[in-house]
């Protein structure tokens, strides 16, 4: 059987799920919460595996199991953010992780996806190899190709899904996300936590409601701490009862 091409699977609607991480697309009468990152993070170490011929610990483990999601920071972030949104204590993730199953092949309730699909190390990475597996001379190029061949089918996908909620990291790519549930910028929020704002923002007018955090591995003005993912969680919270 022939492989599919990149330009194939970054813009075809039958493709669509294997470009994601995994988890319950959901469906209108049973919907989902989606989770949606800007990229696949590919750390240094996954990448001195790769060029020694060794798979990464994700290419081992296609299920995308709780247990692999656990030692990387974003996910468990992501964690404690999807259990203070169900009421729990953001402390207790992995326990939450552990019955919940969320992303992993097979389990309700949860998806996660990403706007451009290659994994990297860093937002603005680009390299020989990319160049050789996309065709694309720059990542600015890339990403333009991908709005306007991959971003109707996520829309599409979003429009057949309706999830609950899309809750989406990475504010730079504010206008990317509103682009693909078809809103208008909404409102900002601000969260203070020891004296460290973080923004939020909430666009409710579009295909689903769409809440954009600050990236959840970290940083002074990201989602940091526990007290941080519960403030978030609780604007997360409010936007699902609008719609």
């Not at 813009?11 to 294997?18: C, D, K, P, Q, Y």
């Not at 590919?42 to 247990?67: C, E, F, I, M």
């Not at 390299?127 to 890339?142: C, H, L, P, Q, V």
């Not at 003005?221 to 609780?234: K, T």
């Amino acid at each position: 059987m022939r492989t599919p091409s990149f330009a194939e699977l970054a813009s075809s609607a039958e493709h669509f799920l294997s470009t994601c991480d995994g988890g319950d697309v959901g469906s209108i009468e049973s919907p989902s919460t989606w989770l949606m990152g800007v990229e696949p993070g590919w750390s240094l170490q996954d990448q001195l595996r790769d060029k020694d011929g060794v798979p990464a610990p994700r290419n081992l483990d296609t299920n995308y199991s709780v247990d692999l999601q656990l030692g990387w920071p974003f996910n468990r972030t992501a964690f404690k953010l999807l259990c203070a949104i169900e009421g729990g204590e953001p402390k207790d993730y992995e326990a939450f992780a552990r019955r919940m199953r969320p992303f992993e092949r097979g389990s309700k309730g949860y998806f996660k996806a990403n706007l451009f699909p290659l994994p990297f190390n860093n937002l603005a990475q680009w390299d020989e190899e990319a160049r050789r597996d996309t065709g694309f001379e720059s990542k600015a190029d890339y990403q333009k190709w991908l709005r306007e061949a991959r971003f109707p089918v996520l829309s599409a996908h979003l429009e057949l899904h309706r999830p609950k909620v899309l809750i989406a990291t990475g504010l730079s790519h504010l206008q990317d996300f509103l682009q693909v549930v078809k809103a208008q910028p909404g409102q900002e929020h601000v969260i203070t936590v020891n004296g460290r704002n973080k923004r939020v923002h909430i666009a409710t007018g579009g295909l689903v409601p769409l809440v954009v955090l600050p990236h959840l591995s970290g940083g002074p003005n990201g989602l940091n701490s526990n007290a941080a993912v519960s403030l978030a969680a609780e604007l997360v919270r409010q936007a699902t009862k609008v719609m």
